[in-house]
Antibody
Framework: EVQLVESGGGLVKPGGSLRLSCAASGFTFSSYRMNWVRQAPGKGLEWVSSISGSSGYIYYADSVKGRFTISRDNAKSSLYLQMNSLRAEDTAVYYC?????????????WGQGTMVTVSS | QSVLTQPPSASGTPGQRVTISCSGSGSNIGSNTVNWYQQLPGTGPKLLIYSNNQRPSGVPDRFSGSKSGTSASLAISGLQSEDEADYYCATWDDSLDAWVFGGGTKLTVL
């Protein structure tokens, strides 16, 4: 079964750091661009970051540039998001999502999400 | 303020046809294909339409998408109670080098 499972969320103080992980299974992980998308409580979807299969192409939303770092380990079929200098406005459910060429780079597989709360 | 503009809400009665609009600009919808996502209450998003008008396997043909210029639309025909959800459009923005989402439209089935 094709699956993405996020972990690493939790409560962190403003200015703190957190590392999210996303474990992939059921497909050839290295062949897919991967993304992080977040959703603040009661709000809409916001794309955070994207990384190509070889890690050669990386993009960030302006709201997290310089604070967040996306990475992947294809040998472990895992995606990561290192989040530093966290702010209250980073509070959200964080989803990892697969982008497939066969679906026009649409995000065809999503994880269940992991909650990040930034509060003192 | 989202780069892509969607109406915050839409509604219809069972069996009706409803459309949800998504307005952008030349650097996003005008230059790239549009995807639509459905988010049922309490769940994660699901890809509903990709490349403007293509349905992933398993998505009923009641759902259709279109694009013209810098706008796109999602149409749902034969509305059912289980279609009650939030719907988001998304596309790549060449100026921002970023994926952009619409603010979302909450569909209510009356």
């Amino acid at each position: 079964e094709v699956q993405l499972v996020e972990s690493g969320g939790g409560l962190v103080k403003p200015g703190g750091s957190l590392r999210l992980s996303c474990a992939a299974s059921g497909f050839t992980f290295s062949s897919y661009r991967m993304n992080w998308v977040r959703q603040a409580p009661g709000k809409g979807l916001e794309w955070v970051s994207s990384i190509s299969g070889s890690s050669g192409y990386i993009y960030y939303a302006d709201s997290v540039k310089g604070r967040f770092t996306i990475s992947r380990d294809n040998a472990k079929s895992s995606l990561y998001l290192q989040m530093n200098s966290l702010r209250a406005e980073d509070t959200a459910v964080y989803y990892c999502a697969r982008a497939a060429v066969t679906t026009g780079d649409g995000f065809d597989i999503w994880g269940q999400g992991t909650m990040v709360t930034v509060s003192s | 303020q989202s780069v892509l503009t969607q109406p915050p809400s839409a509604s219809g009665t069972p069996g009706q046809r409803v459309t949800i609009s998504c307005s952008g600009s030349g650097s996003n919808i005008g230059s790239n294909t549009v995807n639509w996502y459905q988010q049922l209450p309490g769940t994660g998003p699901k890809l509903l339409i990709y490349s403007n008008n293509q349905r992933p396997s398993g998505v009923p043909d009641r759902f259709s998408g279109s694009k013209s210029g810098t706008s796109a639309s999602l149409a749902i025909s034969g509305l059912q109670s289980e279609d009650e959800a939030d719907y988001y459009c998304a596309t790549w923005d060449d100026s921002l080098d970023a994926w952009v989402f619409g603010g979302g439209t909450k569909l209510t089935v009356l």
